[in-house]
C-alpha cells in the first residue's frame, strides 16, 4: 500500500544554469523549467515533478529486486546478470523478453513527462507509439502498481528520492564507476537520445557535468547515498570495475547476496554470456526496438564498456581539473574506488 509522506525538498534551478540547458540539450530547449531536488540538489526537467512524490510514496514489498545506478554506470549488465540468478539461469525465458519487459524502470518517464507539460513541445508520440513504447513513457509508479511478484525494479533515482522503508524491505544491489568513464559514456547517450539530446563537445559537456548542471547530476552525491549503506544486508554495493576485472567472483558475491548457489560451470557459462562482445550483440538487452526514435549517427546504447576509456577523451588540462576534483569529493565522502588508489586519492 502507498504512503503519503512528505517527499523531498523541490526548488527551482537557478535561471542561468537553466538557459545554458536549453541552449546545448536540444530536447529541452522548450522545456517549461528545472528543478533541483533534495538536500544535494538533484537536476531535473519541472516535468518530472508530480512523479517524484509518487515515488517517494509509493508501495515497497519484500520481494522487490532493486538494481539502481547513477546512469551509465554498468545497470544494463548487472540487470541481466540479477535477473538470470534469480531465474536460474533461464537464458532461453532471458532471451524470449526484452529487458525493459523485465525490468521496471521507476524515473525513466522523462519522455512521456515532458511531451505533457504545459508548454512544452519535446516529444510527442502516435497512439500506436504509445503502446509500442510504453515501457518508457508510463510513470514507473503505474506500472509498478500492476505488476506482479516478484517485480524487478530498475532506477538512476538517488536513494533520498526513493521510499524511505526501501532498504529495511526489500534487496538493492548498486553499482558504481568511475565517473571518467561515467562522463563519457553519459555525453554519448545524452547525444543518441531525442530527450535531451545534447549538441556541444564533449569538453562543454564535462564542465557542464562537474558543474552538476547536467539531468541527474551530482553525481558524487548520488553514490555517496548508496556508499553510507553498503554495511547494510539489503544492500551489496559493487563497483563497475570489479565487474570487469573480477566477474566470475562478482557473480558469486551476488549470488551469495541472494542465497542462491550455482557450480563453478554454471558460472563459467554466465560469464561468458556477460561478456561484453556477446552482451553488446543481445537483443534482448539493446534498446534496438528504439533504433527508430534515436539521433541517427551516434553511439549505440551498450557501447565498448571500457575501464579507462576516459583517456581517448579527456586533455591534459582536463585530466588535471578532474583528479582535484575527484580527490576533493573522495575526501569528503570517504567513498573508496578500486581504480582510484593509486592516481588520485593520495594527491
Known sequence: ???????????????????????????????????????AG????????????????MEVR??????????????????????????DLDYAKAASLNLVDRYINVGISIWGLASRAKGAKILKFKEEDKRKYKQII????ELL?????????????PMCMLPPNLIETAKIVYVARDPRDVV????????LMPVPQFTGDFKTFWNMFVRDNVIRTPYFAHIKEAWELRNHPN????????????LSNTIKRTAKFFNKEYTD???????????????????????????????????????????????????????????????????????????????????
Not at 519484500?62 to 531465474?87: H, K
Not at 563519457?184 to 547525444?191: E, N, T
Not at 544492500?235 to 573480477?246: A, I, S, W
Open 265 to 347: 560451470e554454471q558460472i563459467s557459462v554466465l560469464c561468458n554470456h556477460l561478456n561484453i562482445n556477446n552482451f553488446r550483440h543481445n537483443d534482448s538487452v539493446s534498446l534496438n526496438f528504439l533504433a527508430d526514435v534515436f539521433i541517427p549517427g551516434e553511439e549505440p546504447f551498450i557501447r565498448k564498456g571500457k575501464v579507462g576509456g576516459w583517456r581517448d577523451y579527456f586533455d591534459d588540462e582536463m585530466t588535471v581539473e578532474c583528479e582535484q576534483w575527484m580527490a576533493k569529493k573522495l575526501k569528503e565522502t570517504g567513498i573508496q574506488f578500486p581504480v582510484f588508489s593509486n592516481d588520485v586519492t593520495k594527491k
Open 145 to 157: 502498481a500492476a505488476a506482479s511478484d516478484p517485480r524487478f525494479i530498475k532506477t538512476h533515482l
Open 184 to 191: 563519457v559514456s553519459l555525453y554519448h547517450f545524452y547525444r
Open 138 to 141: 508510463t510513470p514507473g509508479c
Open 42 to 57: 538533484y537536476l531535473f526537467s519541472v516535468a518530472f515533478e508530480p512523479e517524484i512524490k509518487s515515488i517517494y510514496n
Open 1 to 39: 500500500m502507498a504512503s503519503n509522506r512528505n517527499c523531498p525538498e523541490i526548488r527551482e534551478n537557478g535561471e542561468e544554469e537553466s538557459t545554458e540547458l536549453r541552449r546545448l540539450f536540444k530536447g529541452l530547449e522548450n522545456c517549461p523549467g528545472f528543478v533541483r531536488v533534495g538536500p
Open 62 to 87: 519484500a520481494t522487490d529486486i532493486y538494481v539502481a545506478t547513477f546512469p551509465r554506470s554498468g545497470t544494463t549488465w548487472t540487470q541481466e546478470m540479477v535477473w538470470l540468478l534469480l531465474n
Open 235 to 246: 544492500m551489496l554495493f559493487l563497483f563497475y570495475e570489479e565487474l570487469k576485472n573480477d
